[in-house]
């Protein structure tokens, strides 16, 4: 199984809303990487994860919370988020932080819209 | 940051064109990798060349990179419409251990 699958593929969520995006990998990957994307824009580095514990915040606001309860599951808490948040989500795995080769594997990303 | 500079920005050909799409980058790296994404959708890993490669093949595509000159080419020949998309490269840089994306190059490709 060589596929990362992301749930919902679309949110609508007001800025009072609590929500959460999921993410899961079954090939063994032992880093999980969250980004954020705008539209025409590179994906920007939100969070990484290697082996089950936060190895890196991009200085990312605290109305976005990861967590990582196992090494296949990464989920993305979403706590009063501003219109500006709406972007795609996109949720990645790869070996391992710090092995190489590190090529990435994404999933399909999340649209998520704050109103 | 963002270290990886795609040009042209965008790309309009026909079907059975090729098509040649640029990165610099500014720092040493470990490896150098492009990824295509369609419209709205995930990334997709098309090819990772090492530091140490000059040239790399894969089906229809062609990647070189130039240390010296901090700089890698996407070719990909006999162009598809089903190859319309935006490609990005993404620099495995020495001493850290994330990727950072260029700017991306989007192709369109004309039946």
């Known amino acids: 199984d060589t596929e990362v699958t992301q749930t919902p593929k679309h949110l609508v969520m007001g800025m009072t809303n609590k929500k959460s995006l999921k993410c899961e990998q079954h090939?063994?990957?032992?880093?999980m990487y969250w980004y954020k994307q705008k539209a025409k824009k590179p994906p920007e580095l939100m969070f990484v994860?290697?082996?089950?514990?936060?190895?890196i915040n991009e200085s990312v606001p605290s109305r976005f919370s990861p967590e990582c309860p196992n090494s296949s599951l990464l989920n993305l808490h979403l706590h009063a988020l501003q219109p500006e948040d709406s972007a795609l989500y996109l949720c990645?795995?790869?070996?391992?932080?710090?092995?190489?080769?590190?090529?990435?594997?994404f999933g399909p990303g999340t649209r998520l819209t704050v109103l | 940051s963002q270290q990886g500079e795609e040009d042209p920005q965008a790309l309009s050909i026909q079907e059975g064109e090729n098509a040649t799409m640029n990165c610099s980058y500014k720092?040493?790296?470990?490896?150098l990798q492009w990824y295509r994404q369609n419209s709205g959708r995930g990334l997709v890993h098309l090819i990772l060349?090492?530091?140490?490669?000059r040239e790399k093949h894969s089906g229809r595509l062609r990647v070189t990179l130039d240390t010296s000159k901090k700089s890698s080419s996407l070719l990909i020949t006999a162009s598809r419409a089903a190859d319309t998309a935006s490609y990005f490269c993404?620099?495995?840089?020495?001493?850290?251990?994330?990727?950072?994306f260029g700017k991306g190059t989007m192709l369109l490709v004309s039946p």
């Open positions: 990645a795995s790869s070996q391992a932080n710090g092995q190489r080769p590190n090529e990435q594997f």
């Open positions: 994860y290697s082996y089950e514990k936060l190895s």
């Open positions: 993404a620099t495995d840089n020495s001493g850290y251990s994330t990727l950072t």
């Open positions: 090939m063994g990957h032992r880093a």
């Open positions: 060349i090492r530091s140490n490669e």
């Open positions: 720092t040493s790296i470990n490896n």
